[in-house]
């Protein structure tokens, strides 16, 4: 496993070069960069846009239209009473330290995090180690800590490399002994700071004209797909399991926003609940066609004992194992697996790492997140969680909706039991006010309560019940007012909360990371001195298909422009225009950077005989043909039909040099 | 010209069953309807999210990808400075009444309009006249004044009416002064509510730990686009003109939601900004391509009159004639006018009317309005707004960005003109403090000024200049420090601010205009008595493409069900399977009302000779071939390249009648 970053083809990766080329290219760039910006908030340009567009797209069918999903569309804008009852209100909260010098506001675990990485640095500079730019990438974030060459003990370096391993693991409390224990100073004032207290990272806003109804921007889709429980289920002619999917914005007013696209505060999520009986184990029926495939796992137990080395294994063994808690998540982390490479990501920088207990969200049963290894270390890129009932519960309890399943059962059960019947009629002028109350109180009581209950009917012709806040506490109910008997109970259906699968994409962090897995430099590769940029997405993603370069301005090359540009557009793919006057070459650099995988080029022997040429992206490799032959190849490397090496043998190479005349 | 709202065949369009049946079937839905439900919040089920995905494809593909225009995808949270700068903190709100009586808060135009037009009701039922179920949809809305039978006055009736004309262009005092002067109650408790105030639409949140910066959710999505455009310049390699667009949600939150989609506080916005030089008359290019084509225009003029008679007109003539004052405007309302068509709105129950005056938002030069008829009167679904140079030059005068075009001149403008030379090292020491400030006024002076101060400084070695704010307002400048010279000036670039032409689309409007477009009632048709709704969505924006129908839930028919399934979703069609126990009738019915085009059976038949039916939606006749021809026609349907007479002219028709046995 890798760990330091690199290229596409294993060259040391320079964040910085990457950055500028791709806000001079407009991936994307600081939303209200003329204002000064404002931290966390991202605009996608052209090529950001529509490679964001195109992973979205494949997602849709990878996952959507594979499985039948029921893709809704909910809002943003969520009232208080929603989410303090899915837990969001009081527990959706980062750690925050404030320097009482200067106000600094710093996130607890980055800042601890932050002082033992730099002490463990300092300490293998004062050993005359040589010091890997960083020895685990997950820890490589933009430092505040000036490094100090001074040495520690063995004992103390194994203890923080052992809190580092579990750095995600501690809470406000723990983190609070961490920086009175280990006494770590705000490195821009060198005093401590206060304890950490909880942040809610949801934005708040008001709903409507009188200012009353407290609401807030979603943190994800999740909530608005429980809410219709109900109604989906119906849609789908209560047929179980299924799965609804969202893609939209989500919102986190993270402490401090950093790493570019990777720690933002407003982000697109694409989301899966799967709704699954939580009896019988959590099978699912298309596990078969996974049951083999290989992924890297960092489990629970590795990182709690301060280590993170990886296994390798099948998601059936892994699921037969019990590493992974049940088939249904397994499943999806297959899925999860097979979508990134798909999409083009490096699968030798991606693993798939179990949360530990106090990590996990205040809903999960269990957790595993696919991360992907980065300039800034591993991102966690896709989560998928084990929810439970935890939602459809809370939100059934608060409102009274049934958000369950009512299933018919083939074979009745039958139970025996005390039941208490209540005759209605009189209770209420009986007990008055209070009958609700007592009534509420009766039906709560356990079997044991309702035996003892119906022998003292039997005996004493009434019962006594301890009913809170009702007269002196004890109520009597004479036998009249109520029955307690041993009865057979017949069930014809069974009626259960389903349990909620749920995997959950971060498509900002996907993108960015796919970004860096397949970028290259090609002066580095062949020796030559001028850095240029490549993107090798697949063509799926690419953001444009085709670059169209006429060899110079004259006007002969344009009605093939257009011809050549109408052929594309309407077979579908997307392609542009390059007229500019820059030379061939450069031009077909340019957008090496955008990620183009295929060129196409109009010259004077075009005019002659319509032959066009065509470049694949990669290999700077050119082939020759008529017009339609370049077109139905163009669109079988589009679809993946065929790869380049079948089309390089099929048609032939042309191998005039890319022509560095400057032309107007 | 419709003026009550009707089916798509003419018959009585009932909004209370079209409404049922769109929630029955999860088109949309209230958001949090378990927790009683927020006004204004819809979320989308399954048809609705896929009917908006397909037309915002096709919206894509129709201006974006047609015109290659630059796609952008920027962030909702937006600083306050930049909605400051634009003029939305100061300007963007509705006028808001309250009731003294019982805290009723009251949208004084809506209100204004609800009770003259009960009270107009009222003397038309006075005056024995047929009441129409409302005399112009357009004031169709849940009305919440009762109706009086009384009589008024003829000039009365009249006056109310022009007032009802033009009730879009009153401001907050206007509105008053009617209120004061008609003496306008609330129904709800007969008190005249207080004067209308401003309420601004913008939801408001703080971004960051330190709640320090305010921000608010953008109310459009233009605001991102406009400070983005050095860059978007820069990428499309300096060339003018070009457009960007951006499909993203907006907010507003509005103070009476109501009419279901129509009147939202978030909503899906799709906005096209494209820029052009102002001089020249706004030309576009591709003008004679649209020039034919005739629209409905409702122009300024006619609305002050206190008229809504509509002109059909060429938009070629429109703009000849200055009805709509440019090329560029006229371009892309006549593209509007196409995109409505092609995505199946009832074209004569479309008109674009031109804003008034007072009615325009802060930023606009010209603005038209597509509006659609619906159940709810006439409904904006487009606006296109010139927006001059308004946005770009207040961004620029705010942050010193340079928001602006510099194009190479082909001959150098010479200008002969005053100009003023400073000789800045002498000028500081002299004027301390004030040098600025002097410098700045002198700067200032017009051409006029500067002819006097040269023969000042001629006849007497110095200036006189008036700066407020420095010394007694009078200032002496002598020769030694200021030149003021008659020179000629050589221009060899020009630098100017573009101007802006946006359109910008409601999707969720359009949306649910086009299902009542659409929507149709085959029971009244054919004399049945029981109400079966229809929605005749065309191919291309319809949520599903086809229905498979096995006859029965025989284990035989399966195969056929998976192999027509695979090759469906292999040419990216959507296919639902319904295999549930209803009769065959029922189960296309059902897809009837999510306004599925077409639907395969397979049935006995189909396993003897691999022969499946075809059915289409709207005439319920069916055709039958083996399984590729069937598939081969469905593509050519649903791609747009045949329509349903073809395919019935060549395929062998099916006369077995919908077979209505029950089956498991």
């Known amino acids: 496993m890798t760990t330091t970053a690199t290229t596409l083809k294993g060259q040391s990766l320079d964040r910085q070069t990457l950055d500028a080329m791709l ?14 910006g404002v931290a966390g908030l991202f605009d996608y340009g052209p090529p950001g846009c529509s490679l964001q567009a195109n992973i979205v797209d494949l997602w849709r069918k990878h996952f959507i239209l594979e499985e039948d999903m029921l893709e809704i569309d909910t809002t943003v804008l969520t009232p208080h009473e929603v989410l303090k009852t899915s837990g969001h209100v009081d527990k959706f909260a980062d750690w925050m330290c404030k320097d009482p010098k200067n106000g600094d506001i710093l996130r607890a675990d980055h800042f601890v995090e932050d002082v033992l990485e730099s002490r463990l640095k300092g300490d293998k500079e004062a050993r005359g180690e040589k010091v890997e730019e960083e020895d685990d990438p997950k820890k490589k974030k933009k430092r505040k800590t000036k490094t100090e060459a001074v040495k520690l003990d063995d004992a103390v370096v194994q203890e923080y490399e052992e809190v580092l391993a579990k750095i995600d693991n501690y809470n406000g409390a723990e983190l609070g002994e961490l920086i009175k224990k280990y006494e770590l100073k705000n490195p821009a004032t060198g005093v401590e700071p206060s304890p950490p207290v909880a942040f809610n990272l949801m934005f708040q806003t008001s709903i409507g004209p009188s200012s009353n109804l407290a609401g807030y921007l979603r943190p994800e889709t999740a909530q608005g797909q429980f809410l219709n429980f109900a109604k989906l289920l119906d849609f789908n002619m209560q047929q179980m399991p299924f799965a609804s999917a969202s893609i939209g914005r989500s919102y986190r007013n993270e402490i401090s926003p950093r790493a570019g696209l990777l720690r933002v505060r407003e982000f697109l999520m694409a989301e899966i609940e799967h709704f699954v009986d939580p009896e019988g184990g959590k099978k699912h029926h298309r596990f078969p066609e996974v049951d083999a495939i290989e992924l890297t796992l ?5 990182q709690l004992a301060g280590k993170t080395d990886v296994k390798k294994m099948t998601i059936g063994d892994a699921v037969r194992n019990k590493v992974v808690d049940n088939e249904t998540l397994g499943y999806f982390l297959a899925r999860i697996h097979l979508f990134l490479q798909k999409i083009g990501v490096d699968m030798s920088k991606v693993r798939f790492r179990q949360h530990m207990q106090n990590e996990m969200a205040h809903y999960a049963a269990d957790c595993w ?7 800034s270390g591993w991102i966690e890129c896709v989560g998928c969680a084990d929810r439970s ?3 459809l519960s809370v939100h059934a309890k608060k409102t009274g909706a049934p958000l369950v399943v009512r299933e018919r059962l083939d074979e009745p059960r039958v139970f025996e039991e005390w039941q208490v019947e209540i005759d209605k009629k009189k209770f209420g002028p009986q007990f008055k006010k209070d009958g609700k109350t007592v009534e509420a109180a009766l039906e709560a009581t356990t079997q044991e309560q309702r035996e003892k209950l119906a022998k003292q009917l039997a005996d004493n012709g009434e019962l006594e019940l301890e009913v809170a806040g009702v007269g002196n506490g004890t109520v009597k109910v004479s036998k009249d007012l109520v029955k307690v008997e041993f009865r057979k109970r017949v069930e014809n259906t069974r009626e259960y909360t389903p349990n909620v699968i749920e995997p959950s994409f971060g498509i900002g962090r996907i993108l960015y990371s796919l970004i860096e897995h397949v970028y290259w430099n090609r002066a580095t590769e062949d020796g030559g001195d001028e850095a240029r940029g490549v993107l090798s997405f697949p063509p799926t993603v690419a953001p444009t298909k085709v670059l169209i370069v006429p060899l110079s301005a004259n006007k002969q090359f344009q009605p093939f422009i257009n011809k ?3 052929k594309l557009r309407k077979i579908g793919i997307s392609a542009r225009v390059d007229s500019s006057s820059a030379t061939i070459g450069k031009r077909y650099s340019r957008n090496d950077e955008l990620g183009t995988p295929l060129g196409v080029t109009i010259d004077f022997q075009t005019v002659q005989d319509s032959t066009i040429t065509l470049r694949d992206r990669d290999s700077t490799k050119q082939v020759r043909a008529d017009e339609d032959t370049i077109v139905a190849a163009i669109q079988s490397l589009v679809t993946g039909a065929k790869e380049w090496k079948d089309v390089a043998a099929e048609l032939p190479a042309f191998e005039g040099q890319e022509v560095e005349v400057t032309v107007r």
């Open 564 to 566: 050549i540009s109408q």
């Open 298 to 302: 960092l489990d629970r137990h590795t």
């Open 389 to 391: 009932a935890y939602d």
């Open 23 to 36: 806000r001079r290219r407009l991936f994307f760039t600081p939303a209200f960069e003329i204002y000064g």
């Open 369 to 375: 997140d696919a991360e992907l290894l980065t300039s």
